[in-house]
């Protein structure tokens, strides 16, 4: 069992940045493959980034992509989601997510956070 807790959300206007961290509570956190999706209000959840177990592939939404990074710190058993350049349409409670192979499918995971609410003004 792998228990997940993200942080890091809040209100941020247009344009800044944001980090999201998941911290897992197993020490085999860096035998999993790790995924970030998110869920706007009336809409499925969608796919944001996903990183190997082993660091060394990564990713990204066609939406995120060359805005936000993921990158992942197995001594931590944490998981982190950098969120650049911001936008209104990025509004949505994000989690982590973790899994036996990287994937961009939700349903290859396992294991979820509660998620973390991002709202970005305009």
């Known amino acids: 069992q792998v228990q997940l807790v993200e942080s890091g959300g809040g209100l941020v206007q247009a344009g800044g940045s944001l980090r999201l961290s998941c911290a897992a509570s197993r020490r085999t956190f860096s035998m999993y493959a790790m995924g970030w999706f998110r869920q706007a209000p009336g809409k499925e959840r969608e796919f944001v980034a996903a990183i190997s177990w082993t660091s060394g592939s990564t990713y990204y939404a066609d939406s995120v992509k060359g805005r936000f990074t993921i990158s992942r710190d197995n001594a931590k058993n944490t998981v982190y989601l950098q969120m650049n350049t911001l936008q209104p349409e990025d509004t949505a409670v994000y989690y982590c997510?973790?899994?036996?192979?990287?994937?961009?499918?939700?349903?290859?995971?396992?294991?979820w956070g509660q998620g973390t609410q991002v709202t970005v003004s305009s």
């Open positions: 997510a973790a899994g036996a192979v990287r994937s961009t499918r939700a349903s290859d995971y396992g294991y």
